[in-house]
């Protein structure tokens, strides 16, 4: 499966962003979808994931209650809706896909998009 990231920009603390992520060729349902952030300097972490239909979904501590991950199997497009931005959310963001629930490991992973910048700034 391959995989489009967008939706990434520079904002205000408080702001709100929705990336998504769009997905083409092996059927996009039979993947959890998760995404993932990397920081200058920093090694990357997992921010949330999701389950093939979409009947649940986890979040690492801290974004539960700000970012929201949703999937649209007809549409193909995972979205991850972030709201109260701050500083310390800046970084590259990732979609992956996995066969696997739950796994917030980066190498479980199987498919990765190629990123997108989100930069908030204070």
């Known amino acids: 499966v391959q995989l489009q990231a967008s939706g990434g920009g520079l904002v205000q603390a408080g702001d709100s962003l929705r990336l998504s992520c769009a997905a083409s060729?092996?059927?996009?349902?039979?993947?959890?979808m998760g995404w993932f952030r990397q920081a200058p300097g920093k090694e990357r972490e997992f921010v949330s994931a999701i389950t093939w239909s979409g009947d649940s979904t986890y979040y690492t501590d801290s974004v539960k209650g700000r970012f929201t991950i949703s999937r649209d199997n007809a549409k193909n497009t995972v979205y991850l809706q972030m709201n109260t931005l701050k500083p310390e959310d800046t970084a590259v963001y990732y979609c992956?896909?996995?066969?696997?629930?739950?796994?917030?490991?980066?190498?479980?992973?199987?498919?990765w998009g190629q990123g997108t910048q989100v930069t908030v700034s204070s």
């Open positions: 992956a896909a996995a066969s696997r629930w739950l796994v917030t490991t980066a190498l479980r992973y199987d498919y």
């Open positions: 060729g092996r059927t996009f349902s039979s993947y959890v």
